[in-house]
């Protein structure tokens, strides 16, 4: 038996809902929020471009119109992370 490669993953994050106050992101099964204060490179971004997102190495969400990239350790954990804006 002669095993296949690996095709692409047809695991995509989901924008579910985008409010005031910040956005609901589908990944693998969970629903995380990403607050506008807590992640302010959002905060004045257009639908589209939230919604604009692709996972990379199955680990690593990029939003290429923003410029943004979060690995999704920072999601599952993010008291490891506190994220600070000035």
């Known amino acids: 038996m ?9 695991l995509k ?3 579910t809902n985008i409010s005031e ?3 609901w992101i589908f990944l693998k099964g969970k629903e995380y929020f990403l607050s ?14 939230i919604s ?3 996972l990379i190495h199955n680990h690593h969400l990029y939003w290429p119109k923003l ?4 690995s999704t350790e920072i999601l ?6 506190p994220l600070t804006y000035k």
């Open 2 to 10: 002669k095993l296949l490669k690996n095709g692409k993953s047809i």
């Open 67 to 70: 410029d943004v990239d979060l």
């Open 36 to 49: 506008f204060s807590e992640y302010p490179w959002f905060k004045d971004a257009n639908i589209s471009s």
């Open 21 to 23: 106050h910040g956005f």
């Open 76 to 81: 599952e954990n993010p008291e490891k992370y």
């Open 52 to 54: 604009d997102v692709e």
């Open 13 to 15: 994050p989901e924008i």
